[in-house]
């Protein structure tokens, strides 16, 4: 199935740049470049473009408000952010992937023209493979879905819990902006979330979640203690691990090397805990939206001791892929619907109990 793409940047170097690594990949047909937003969203029009990458600050019309038209007028396609300098670019990027964007990818900063190249296309060809995802035969989520789970299991009475764990990868920031905030001020256990993203964006996705969190969201630090009513977001670019102190259970921070092409990544989390938790309870994993399999090894070390599994459903996932992998391995005693994944939890704490 070729996809039909469109660019939208204002600068006349970095289109041609994305026009060379998009030609790099069989099944791309380039539709059309434009110069600023105004033009991008008749473009996606004319041509019904399957993806179109929006570059964020542009002329007549900048990324986001192209993104509200193109959504509005060309919900089918799929919408990637393009980023230049991250510090100033990560809360305009989160924000519009907590509204619905697909992805973003991120422009390269070197002075080397050829790693420049290969970095770029590496982050098309990441972003492309959620494309097809997305693009192909009864991928589109559907709009119809109630909040009441789609499947909860009833031969496991679990509790009391003493943890909440959370993974989310490809739509997840929109996921999180649907669960975080549904969450109270007085939650009684700890909550930790690993969303893939670089450096910075995480920072700016726990700034986002904190100002529609009656809980307190931030992004994780090296000794963090884990507590009640916090919710902690690994680092991009660092694995979040917990370690047992002669005191408690405290945040560890890693360069180890990516699992599942990753860092931060799920299995690595849930791995340490199993490893190292100290005290008893429950642990409660919440697998989001998101490409790939990470998590499912996670989910089965953690399934080793004590643990409910929840996972997105299909109908509610931007992409069916990390939800997925979980409920394939048999491994999920909830399929839930986004909408109901913060009430499921909170019904799960209130009946089990916390310790």
């Known amino acids: ?26 099944d791309v047909i380039l539709a059309g470049t434009a110069p600023d937003g105004e033009a991008a969203v008749q473009m996606v029009k004319a041509h019904q473009a399957d993806v179109v990458f929006l570059d964020i600050f542009m002329p007549r019309m900048d990324g986001v408000q192209a993104m509200a038209r193109i959504r509005a007028e060309s919900p089918r396609t799929q919408i990637v952010m393009v980023s230049g300098v991250a510090g100033r670019d990560a809360a305009v990027v989160v924000s519009a992937l907590k509204s619905g964007a697909l992805d973003f990818i991120s422009k390269p900063t070197g002075f080397d023209p050829r790693k420049n190249a290969e970095e770029l296309l590496a ?5 492309l493979a959620a494309v097809r995802a997305r693009i192909s035969p009864g991928a589109q989520r559907s709009a119809e879905h109630g909040r009441a789970p789609a499947r909860v299991s009833t031969t496991t009475s679990p509790g009391p819990f003493s943890l ?19 969450l109270p001020a007085n939650f009684p256990a700890p909550v930790l979330i690993v969303q893939h993203m670089p450096p910075v964006f995480t920072a700016a996705l726990a700034g986002i979640l904190q100002k529609q969190s009656a809980l307190k969201v931030r992004e994780a630090l090296d000794g963090d203690k884990l507590e009640p009513g916090v919710a902690l977001i ?10 047992k102190t002669a005191t408690g259970n405290i945040i560890g921070l890693t360069n180890d090397p990516p699992e599942n092409s990753c860092r931060p990544a ?11 938790w100290r005290g008893g309870g429950w642990v409660l994993s919440v697998i989001l939206t998101g490409m790939g399999v990470d ?3 996670g989910v089965g070390e953690l399934k080793k001791r004590n643990c409910y599994s929840i996972v997105q459903s299909r109908e509610t996932s931007l992409i069916y892929g990390m939800p997925a992998a979980v409920e394939e391995a048999g491994l999920a005693d909830s399929v839930v619907h986004l909408p109901a994944i913060a009430d499921e939890i909170m019904r799960l704490l209130r009946n089990g109990g916390v310790k």
């Open 164 to 182: 909440v764990v959370i993974g989310s990868s490809t739509g997840g920031p929109e996921a999180l902006a649907e669960v975080i905030p549904r």
């Open 123 to 127: 982050e098309v060809e990441r972003v």
């Open 234 to 243: 690994a680092p991009g670019g660092s694995h979040m691990v917990v370690r």
């Open 266 to 276: 799920v299995d690595t989390l849930f791995r340490s805990i199993m490893e190292s």
């Open 295 to 297: 998590g499912r090894a």
């Open 1 to 26: 199935m070729a996809i039909k793409a469109v660019i939208a940047d204002d600068s006349v170097i970095f289109r041609r740049v994305m026009k060379e690594a998009l030609g790099r990949t069989p």
